[in-house]
């Protein structure tokens, strides 16, 4: 256990796309089209499957931390909730179990972004196997695709422009005070990047200069979350239009 639990890094435990990513990649898209043709059954289910994945959440969130914090790896730079996947855990959760749309909605926003792109090009924790992490980061990513998959499919969660406004202006807010965040912390980690709001993913590395990047990503995300709005309202008519029928 302590080996599983160790806190000193040593490699990246997946080459991307390599067997065992494209497997876990399947499974997360296979997870989404059963939810997806499965809707009228799992609106009519007893078990509330929703808040069940919820409480996974919860309880990765509750382990994750707590390794970090009692194993001594928790870091400044890099462990803060601050990466919009990161935030959208904990949003989905309260937006679920509180039922407040606002907070539900931008966690829909962020984990969708979140999910799909860590999903895709994996950065691990640089443990190699085995080690918790290796089986926390997907399970996190899966299960917040399932529930976003749930919220648009079954619940057919209503976005209108309002909410989009909203969205929009607090990820804006929220992308500007991460970069001024990262430049604060720079001087003392020189590889801070929250939200990769200073340059591109490691596996990508630095394309501009790190205030050149940041513009770049706030303009970028205000057309994602834009595009997203367009994304779940065409989801959400789909889904209701096939239901009618």
Request: aromatic share 16%; no cysteine.
């Amino acid at each position: 256990m302590s080996h599983f639990f160790r806190s000193v890094e040593d490699v990246s435990p997946l080459k991307l796309f390599s067997p065992i990513h494209l497997i876990l990649l399947l499974i997360y898209i296979i997870g989404i089209v059963l939810i997806y043709k499965n809707n009228k059954k799992l609106k009519k289910s007893k078990y509330d499957i929703l808040k069940i994945m919820a409480i996974i959440l919860l309880i990765d969130q509750i382990v994750l931390y707590t390794w970090q914090i009692t194993s001594g790896y928790f870091r400044w730079d890099m462990s803060l909730p601050l990466y919009h996947s990161r935030i959208a855990v904990p949003m989905l959760i309260i937006g679920i179990f509180k039922n407040n749309k606002r907070i539900k909605i931008l966690g829909m926003y962020w984990g969708l972004l979140g999910s799909v792109i860590a999903m895709i090009m994996a950065e691990l924790y640089k443990f190699s196997f085995p080690h918790y992490t290796n089986f926390q980061f997907f399970i996190v990513h899966i299960i917040m695709g399932w529930i976003l998959a749930y919220l648009l499919f079954v619940d057919q969660v209503k976005i209108t422009k309002e909410d989009n406004i909203f969205a929009l202006k607090i990820t804006t807010i929220y992308n500007i005070a991460l970069v001024i965040f990262n430049f604060i912390l720079k001087p003392s980690y020189p590889n801070v990047n929250y939200g990769y709001m200073l340059k591109a993913p490691e596996f990508i590395g630095p394309l501009f200069k790190p205030i050149i990047h940041a513009i770049l990503m706030i303009i970028i995300f205000n057309i994602m979350m834009y595009l997203l709005y367009l994304f779940f309202n065409f989801i959400r008519k789909k889904t209701y239009n096939e239901k009618a029928n």
